[in-house]
């Protein structure tokens, strides 16, 4: 786990990096109360930059893009 956020709502959301099945970089929100997953897409090239990029955010950035994701898998 790389970082925990919580909504405006108070849901607690896990933050961590995952990977598409043809290498894309996402930003996975994972809700600890209902198992939800929601996905943002990030241009990294490998795993270590992609957990740069998160660390960069803010938790308000965090929150811009739990607000933009899809859900996930």
Request: charged share 30%; aromatic share 6%.
């Amino acid at each position: 786990m790389l970082r925990t956020i919580k909504d405006q709502s108070g849901e607690t959301w896990e933050v961590v990096r995952g990977h598409e099945s043809y290498g894309a970089m996402v930003i996975l929100f994972c809700c600890t109360r209902d198992q939800r997953v929601m996905k943002s897409y990030i241009f990294a090239d490998n795993a270590l930059d992609a957990d740069s990029e998160i660390d960069g955010l803010s938790d308000d950035e965090l929150l811009q893009r739990l607000d933009e994701a899809e859900p996930g898998p």
